[in-house]
């Protein structure tokens, strides 16, 4: 099956940084999406990025399916961004995998 | 609000016991997914439904079983339970089955196996 890999694995950031998460696929891809796991454990629907580029607020994503890799841009970042990110693909037969997070604490 | 109702939302029980977690997908959503997420783990896929029939297993054990019915709701059981059963299951639903569209996740449920 499709392997994700996602980095970084943990990451600490003071209020108000920027960062950027990575998403790696092992193989061609017919869907992409984020989650964002909140410390309460709710899994909210962050991007559905098969390719290209969105945006929504402090957050955008891009998804480069040729070279098979996705980037979560957080900018400005703020303490309630903390939790852990997810990356979900879907490969062949419609199974969805996903990555094993990249945990974020935002620190004030 | 995904629209993905989870019930119940914490269950504690006994090794051994049998438990049903329940879903109801999004209103017109077709597929249904579980997920099991044990503590600090990542989310592994149990299953897929899509209009009452199976359609991708993932790391399901024998113990548990699914199924989803004619109106779309899904339920997982899970039997003879064990310790490292204790985790938080997932349902997800979308709603196209030729290929997957935005997965959308119920808030959970929380089972403790004591």
């Known amino acids: 099956g499709i392997q994700v890999e996602q980095s970084p694995p943990d990451l600490i950031l003071q209020e108000g940084a920027n960062s950027t998460l990575r998403c790696n696929f092992s193989?061609?891809?017919?869907?992409l999406q984020w989650f964002h796991q909140n410390p309460w454990g709710q899994l909210i629907n962050l991007f559905y990025i098969p390719s290209g580029t969105k945006q929504n607020g402090r957050l955008s994503a891009t998804t480069v399916a040729t070279e098979r890799y996705s980037l979560l841009y957080i900018s400005s970042s703020q303490t309630t961004d903390s939790g852990v990110y997810f990356c979900?693909?879907?490969?062949?037969?419609?199974?969805?995998?996903f990555g094993i997070g990249t945990k974020l604490q935002v620190i004030p | 609000d995904s629209g993905v109702t989870q019930t119940p939302k914490h269950l504690i029980t006994a090794t051994g016991q049998r438990v049903t977690l329940r879903c109801s997908p999004r209103?017109?959503?077709?597929?249904v997914y579980w997920y099991q997420q044990s503590l600090d783990q990542g989310l592994q896929f149990l299953i897929q439904?899509?209009?009452?029939?199976?359609?991708a297993k993932g790391n399901i054990l024998e113990r548990f079983s699914a199924q989803q019915f004619p109106d779309l709701h899904s339920e997982l059981n899970l039997s003879s339970l064990e310790l490292g059963d204790s985790a938080l299951y997932f349902c997800a639903s979308s709603a196209r089955a030729g290929e997957t569209g935005e997965l959308f996740f119920g808030e959970g449920s929380r089972l403790t196996v004591l």
């Open positions: 979900a693909v879907t490969g062949g037969y419609q199974k969805v995998t």
């Open positions: 439904y899509y209009n009452g029939e199976e359609r």
């Open positions: 193989d061609s891809v017919n869907n």
């Open positions: 209103s017109g959503d077709l597929s």
